[in-house]
């Protein structure tokens, strides 16, 4: 195997257990510095020692008994944490077993980054960072921050984590209900910024969405009772299908009516239809199980006439009871205007666009500048689309606008 | 680990106690804190009105003004210190007590550790 054969491998497999070497790590140690440092060091060691002994029989066995001796020579060296190897109890006699598998504790790195208590811009660069095995510059990329200010960002809440002494656990059976929802948000959050992102040249990046969709699968390993994880997971996946017919070759926007649905992704949409089936099966649907049905619908749908419109209104229904929100409320409207008719889904938006969560919305506004062009009130229908203009963050949603204003005024 | 509960009432009735519970909520709550061996220390501060401020110039000059009196709706009305393991455990101290009822709130700090 050539070296850089190797190093590809290395990197292949650093990836696949990044996460979990370093959650097994925390736990045992309970300080996310330290685990970062000798997860790190195990890897360089492994560049080291695998293009001339070969990649081990159990690569991760072998990351995780090297980078616990080294942990363990960090801290007989360390007196800063004579104290704390002591308390711990660290056996630092008995060599780890090399080749003998570890638990999957990252779980409790799920929780701990997307807890509470952490500002919520930086759960998600965290959970990328700890679980996706990303590094700061990467995370840094995927949110269009400057590496420095990712940096200083991540740095203050591992203090945080370190000094508030954030626990590193899965919490109780008690607290699940409201604990498990913060981490699927913080994964959705990533996968959104993936799939329209808030700001920027590009419309989609499709890669952030691709590591979202990778860490709802690891979740949906260690949990595989959860149907809301399942929810999520079929939710991302039923969207992110239809990745490549969402824009065209010049990066503008292909609205879902003019989309060349021969370009979604076939197995993917399969993948996400048997999900939906089980996030939807033995109980109350959850909300991501919901929206993942109305994607659903969507994606079975020969075309947005053909789609099934009563169906996606009642599930819409069904959402606003479960997360009654402003946001549900446009997107319920411009479903109702495809089944009922552009008059009736403006009668809806026109009661919305008064509230002051919406007020600044876009989405509401580019739906009501469709409504109005179709009912031919040109006039209306310019600063409706207009004002979604102004409030509009990516180039190509600008432009896309700009197209239908053109259009209006010749 | 030490964390200090700083008890912000939301709106303070007539009598002076917080909105949203009564004096048998607190007797309750501290009871609960003393049974649970997690006390630390604890009280809890006479009306705003009678606070005063004190402050010294870099001359030594002393200003003592009445006051402070908070524009914010939320005044500092007393503080418990715990000594629980984690953060999680001293967050679910905060929520029982009954100053985070009523609109007010209850800021969950850890005390600084020099040792």
Not at chain 1, 165 to 171: K, T
Not at chain 1, 384 to 395: C, I, M, P, S, V
Not at chain 2, 33 to 57: K, N, P
Request: hydrophobic share 50%.
């Amino acid at each position: 195997m050539s070296s850089s054969e190797t190093g590809a491998a290395v990197e292949a497999v650093f990836r696949e257990e990044h996460g979990r070497l370093l959650a097994a790590l925390v736990r045992r140690f309970g300080d996310l510095d330290l685990a970062e440092e000798v997860t790190s060091a195990a890897l360089e060691a492994a560049l080291v020692h695998w293009p001339v002994q070969g990649v081990p029989a159990k690569p991760g066995a072998w990351l995780m008994a090297t980078a616990r001796r080294k942990a363990v020579d960090r801290l007989r060296r360390d007196q800063a944490y004579a104290a704390k190897l002591a308390l711990m109890q660290v056996d630092a006699v008995t060599e780890p077993v090399e080749g003998a598998e570890f638990p999957d504790d990252r779980l409790l790195l799920f929780f701990t980054c997307a807890h509470p208590a952490l500002p919520p811009e930086v759960r998600g660069a965290l959970t990328l960072r700890c679980l996706a095995g990303l590094g700061t510059p990467e995370v840094a990329r995927a949110y269009l921050v400057p590496p420095a200010t990712m940096a200083q960002r991540i740095v203050r809440a591992k203090k945080k984590i370190r000094e508030a002494r954030i626990p590193f656990r899965v919490p109780g059976a008690d607290e699940w209900p409201g604990r498990l929802p913060g981490v699927l948000q913080v994964l959705y959050s990533i996968f959104t910024e993936g799939y329209v992102a808030s700001s920027g040249p590009s419309l989609q990046r499709a890669d952030l969405a691709a590591e979202a969709i990778r860490l709802v699968r690891i979740l949906r390993l260690l949990l595989p009772a959860e149907r809301e994880v399942a929810g999520l997971l079929a939710l991302m996946l039923l969207v992110h299908a239809r990745r490549d017919a969402r824009t065209a070759a010049d990066g503008s926007i292909v609205l879902l009516q003019e989309q060349d649905r021969g370009r979604w992704d076939g197995p993917m949409i399969a993948e996400g239809l048997a999900l939906v089936r089980v996030a939807l099966t033995g109980g109350p649907a959850g909300p991501y199980a919901v929206q993942a049905a109305i994607a659903a619908l969507h994606d079975e749908a020969a075309s947005v006439a053909t789609t099934d419109w009563p169906q996606v209104v009642a599930l819409y229904d069904v959402l606003l009871v479960l997360t009654p929100s402003p946001v549900v409320a446009v997107n319920r409207a411009a479903a109702v205007a495809l089944r009922d008719g552009p008059a009736a889904g403006l009668v809806l938006l026109d009661a919305l666009r008064d509230s002051d969560k919406l007020r600044d919305y876009g989405p509401l506004h580019v739906a009501r500048g469709e409504l109005l062009e179709r009912l031919g009130r040109r006039g209306e229908a310019v600063s409706a689309y207009g004002k979604a203009l102004d409030l509009a963050g990516t180039e190509p949603e600008q432009a896309h606008l700009r197209r239908r204003l053109a259009a209006l005024s010749s | 680990m030490k964390y200090m509960l700083l008890i912000n009432a939301g709106s303070v009735a007539e009598d002076g106690s917080a909105d949203g519970c009564d004096v048998q909520d607190w007797v309750n709550f501290d009871k609960a804190v003393q049974d649970a061996g997690i006390f630390v220390s604890g009280e809890s501060l006479a009306d705003l009105v009678t606070a005063t401020s004190v402050r010294v110039a870099a001359d030594g000059t002393r200003t003592v003004v009445d006051g402070p009196f908070a524009e914010t709706r939320e005044v500092l009305g007393g503080f418990y210190v715990i000594d629980v393991p984690d953060l999680d455990v001293a967050l679910e101290w905060a929520a029982r007590c009954p100053g985070a009822l009523g609109g007010g709130s209850v800021v969950v700090r850890p005390v600084a550790d020099f040792a």
